[in-house]
T-cell receptor, first 111, second 116 residues
């Protein structure tokens, strides 16, 4: 069946460091891919998405590229801020179905 | 529109009791989803509605769980005879419907259930 695997956290970085959170997926067909973020005490928010191979999703300085050949959708940011501290979830969705999430990666950024 | 709302935000109950949660989706969204999130895990799909029709149920949704969306607007999720393993955050999400899988699901803040 479909599944998402994320790198385990927590990830601890200093402000302005480069961030990569790895995400790989298993799916039949061509799913859409998403990154959601959950800030402390808040609900899940969509961070970015990509709907087909080689698409790049971007938002708030975060980027991720849909790589069909490696079945990956790694999240990157060039310079993290303290305010980026949150839990990040990679997810996929086939047409007409619910989201399938990874386990989440906790990011902690210190000043 | 203030987004997806859920009530209550927190619920503590004793094992064996019944609980009911409510979700109010974004008004123009005709799809509504329920997920469950346990500590250290990502959300797991439970069930979804298109308008008032319940179109899919996960195998996670045991016989003790029932969900309704009687008028195609708000939805309720009831858990009967709660067990300690039911302790989790219950998330509701809504989205518009249409072709493809690109439309965003908007999540509510969740209801945290603790079964003692």
């Amino acid at each position: 069946g479909n599944s998402v695997t994320q790198m385990e956290g927590p990830v601890t970085l200093s402000e302005e460091a480069f961030l990569t959170i790895n995400c790989t997926y298993t799916a039949t067909g061509y799913p859409s891919l998403f990154w959601y973020v959950q800030y402390p005490g808040e609900g899940l928010q969509l961070l970015l998405k990509a709907t087909k191979a080689d698409d790049k999703g971007s938002n708030k300085g975060f980027e991720a590229t849909y790589r069909k050949e490696t079945t990956s959708f790694h999240l990157e940011k060039g310079s993290v801020q303290v305010s980026d501290s949150a839990v990040y979830f990679c997810a996929l969705r086939q047409a007409g179905t619910a989201l399938i999430f990874g386990k989440g990666t906790t990011l902690s950024v210190s000043s | 529109d203030t987004g997806v709302s859920q009530d209550p935000r927190h619920k503590i109950t004793k094992r064996g009791q019944n609980v009911t949660f409510r979700c109010d989706p974004i008004s123009e969204h005709n799809r509504l989803y329920w997920y469950r999130q346990t500590l250290g895990q990502g959300p797991e799909f439970l069930t979804y509605f298109q308008n008032e029709a319940q179109l899919e149920k996960s195998r996670l949704l045991s016989d003790r769980f029932s969900a309704e969306r009687p008028k195609g607007s708000f939805s309720t999720l009831e858990i009967q005879r709660t067990e300690q393993g039911d302790s989790a955050m219950y998330l509701c999400a809504s989205s518009p419907s249409g072709s493809g899988a690109t439309y965003e699901q908007y999540f509510g803040p969740g209801t945290r259930l603790t079964v003692t």
